[in-house]
DNA sequence: CCTATCATGTAATCCGTTACATGATTAT
DNA sequence: ATAATCATGTAACGGATTACATGATAGG
């Protein structure tokens, strides 16, 4: 085991990186396009990776020795990569130790609900309509996918698939949004109390 | 009006840029320091904004014209920051335009569960458990000081203060920790269920 | 055949983080 | 007094975003 060097590596590596590693460790090689798509489907949906950092990350990581490349010399010149056994282990360091850094939720629609006394009722109205739609429409999206999900996903007890984590994900960004969308509405409620008691 | 001016300044800032502009449009002129106590009572619980960038940012409205500096020449040195009209303008603008952005949502949990069949059951239950347990520490966290603000906070209909938009924000943070030990919860429980059945 | 969208890649810029430093206050 | 913590600031590095660019594929 070189889990000497394995640890020390961990230190250089960021959430993106073990993103790819993952990926690369459960899909098999993979394109940075690859990466792409299979991100898009789950985690994608409420933590954005542009497809520029999927391109980039790859080749640190080869670096590193986390990974290695192959290149298409047709015409696309494609770039596959591979994990390599000491990603592997970077992977499994990572999960054993569970992270300790909470949450972070950056929704501008909440920064300028922050500071909606800064704005007119009408401002705050619209801004108000704005986020609860946008989170309706968000969670729509999200429970028809957790239904095609659950569609291909029949778990065995005591032996949990690859989709059924992938399921449950998406299945905490159904939750996030169903509060959001309870909240936005709380909001709205208020709002449209106060402009009725002011006239 | 200055608003031609303004439509394209938004373009140049960041959600960072608004946050101050709005810290230094409601509380009047603050110190990088200041900027940083008031953003930790609310936003900064689940949208981090480290101490430097906000020691960075400020500089940064002022070449645009949308802050001004004065320095204390005693001992401390201190930077005092004032908004100024067109700074005004830049926030007024920002909120009449709704944020369209879907919220990010960062969890270093959530990635390392999204990658759980790579692990064993055991590191598996310890991410699991530990995620709960932040969660939990992150609600009572929130709910304590939700209290604390709603004892100050007596609204009269029609008249929100400041402290009202704050305490909506935390409330927001509150539901979703909410959201996140449920969901963590019930993972436990499928994980525990499965265990038993592997025996 | 042409247009739109998908697929693929790179470079430059810049924001944000990490790291470093030190001056004041408070507590012991 | 002295340690510890609060308060304040800057510099450097690097990851992430924006912008640019073009090769394939499919639909009309």
């Known amino acids: 085991m070189s889990n000497s060097q394995a640890t020390s590596i961990n230190a250089l590596l960021t ?40 391109y980039k990350e790859p080749p640190r990581l080869v670096e590193l020795g986390l990974a290695t490349e192959e290149r298409e010399q047709a015409g696309r010149r494609r770039r596959l990569f591979t994990v390599t056994a000491a990603g592997i282990d970077a992977v499994r360091a990572w999960l054993e130790r569970p992270s300790r850094e909470s949450t972070e939720l950056r929704d501008p629609g909440l920064l300028q609900l922050f500071f909606a006394d800064l704005a007119s009722s009408d401002v705050r109205r619209a801004l108000v309509l704005e986020q609860l739609a946008i989170h309706r429409a968000k969670l729509v999206e999200y429970e028809a996918e957790a239904r095609l999900e659950r569609g291909s996903d029949r778990p065995l007890p005591g032996h949990r698939t690859v989709e059924h984590w992938r399921g449950q994900t998406l299945s905490m960004g159904v939750r996030y949004e169903r509060a959001a969308v309870d909240f936005w509405q709380g909001v709205a409620t208020t709002i449209a109390a106060d402009e009725a008691a002011a006239v």
Chains 1, 2 share one sequence.
Not at 15 to 27: C, D, F, K, Q
């Open 15 to 54: 959430p993106t990186s073990y993103l790819v590693l993952g990926l690369l460790a459960r899909e098999g090689p993979c394109t940075p396009y690859d990466l792409k798509r299979h991100v898009a489907a789950t985690i994608g949906h409420f933590w954005s990776f542009r497809h520029a950092l999927l």
